[in-house]
């Protein structure tokens, strides 16, 4: 057996949906005692009372988990209906610790969870994030490098409430749970875009305002890098071309991606949705179904030749900006990876950004798989 075990559905009310999942799950894996819980946004209000009903009927108590605009589980996705998703593991003795909400940074961890960091380190980390914390990009670059953490996850996502799982309901920083080295994961990132253009630099910027690339007029770049066809319509831009910036160091062409804000056609500036800086790399890619499913597959693909044995579980984390509105169908995307990955125990999310490596990534989709 291999000890993951994951439950979903969608009801009239909390009580329906946790009772369902609960069925599903019976009987509960041997030696289960970590639990991930995601729930659509219309079961937000309710999501301490589902936590209280599926701790009570599987006897696991540590649990972490968040809010999503949508959830999937397998090949299933939910969108605007109230919904969970359950996944059920069993995980090495002392392999893992749950740490509460991190406001203000590292110095909020309890003492005695810092200690067990210490004592054996924690490669590896699934946190959630509250996209309402304007510190949360420093608070995951501290969580990372304090602990020396691999950090992947998303950001709560809700019309409403938007709590966080942390053994307990919270929110307003980051949460989720430290894996020691006795667990096995293995993670791949799909951007979903295709770059339209070379990486160039950013000559003059203010804040998210991006006035000259290489010396040029930052619009004109622009207009350069999609062609005369787009170019001769701006209005066409908005939601298929984007302001990509290529991460230093990165030896996988990772990159950045930011919203085109807005563009003024008098003085040739660009807004994006990011701060912006003098000696920025920045490039311009296109984000569409085609480029994103084949990204997606050849990131699963990528991932699964690289894997050392069958995964026994995972996570997945995509964007609000992705699933059926980018796919064409409600389950496309999930069931994209599941065809490649076997019928594994799986859930995850739709959020307000994804979290790979401790950065803060936006369109993007995040696997994270438990050997």
Same mark, same amino acid.
Request: aromatic residues 8%; glycine residues 14%.
């Given at each position: ?80 209906? &109230? ?16 740490? +509460? ?8 961890? +309890? ?11 924690? &490669? ?5 994030? @509250? %996209?309402? /914390?304007?510190?949360? &990009? ?24 938007? &709590? ?68 001769? /319509? ?11 910036? +290529?991460?230093?160091?990165? @030896? ?36 569409? %179904? ?54 594994? +125990? ?5 959020? /307000?950004?994804?979290?790979? /490596? ?14």
């Amino acid at each position: 057996m291999s000890g993951f075990k994951h439950a979903h559905a969608g009801g009239a009310d909390w009580a329906e949906v946790a009772r369902d999942c609960a069925r599903q799950l019976d009987p509960i894996p041997e030696g289960a005692n970590l639990g991930f819980l995601y729930v659509t946004d219309a079961l937000a209000d309710d999501l301490t009372s589902i936590l209280t009903f599926l701790r009570q009927t599987s006897g696991v108590e540590d649990w972490v988990g968040t809010v999503g605009m949508g959830i999937c589980a397998g090949a299933q996705e939910y969108h605007d209906a &109230p919904a969970a998703a359950v996944l059920l593991g069993a995980f090495p003795a002392d392999s893992f610790r749950v740490f +509460p909400v991190l406001r203000g940074g590292l110095g909020d961890m +309890p003492a005695g969870l810092r200690g067990w960091v210490d004592d054996g380190a924690a &490669p590896f980390a699934v946190v959630h994030g @509250d %996209p309402y /914390n304007h510190h949360l &990009p420093e608070l995951l670059e501290e969580t990372a490098s304090g602990l020396s953490s691999f950090l992947v996850g998303g950001l709560t996502a809700s019309r409403g409430s938007g &709590p966080q799982i942390a053994g307990t309901i919270a929110k307003g920083g980051v949460s989720g749970v430290l894996f020691g080295p006795q667990v096995q994961v293995a993670t791949g990132l799909s951007q979903g875009c295709t770059p339209v253009g070379e990486p160039r630099q950013v000559t003059e910027a203010e804040d998210n305002i991006i006035m000259s690339i290489d010396g040029k007029r930052a619009l004109d770049v622009m207009k350069a890098d999609i062609g005369e066809l787009l170019a001769r /319509n701006l209005e066409r831009v908005a939601g298929y071309i984007h302001a990509a910036f +290529p991460v230093p160091g990165s @030896d996988t062409r990772d990159y950045l991606v930011r919203s085109l804000l807005g563009i003024d056609v008098d003085r040739g500036w660009v807004a994006v949705g990011g701060a912006v800086e003098a000696g920025d790399r920045i490039m311009f890619v296109r984000r569409d %179904p085609i480029s994103a499913e084949q990204d997606l597959a050849d990131m699963v693909n990528g991932l699964k030749a690289r894997l050392p044995s069958p995964p026994r579980g995972g996570l997945y984390f995509s964007c609000v900006a992705r699933g059926p509105g980018m796919f064409g169908a409600p389950g496309k995307e999930m069931a994209l990876i599941m065809e490649r990955l076997g019928d594994i +125990p799986l859930i995850g999310f739709y959020g /307000n950004g994804e979290i790979s /490596n401790a950065r803060l990534y936006g369109y993007t989709g995040v696997l994270a798989l438990f050997l």
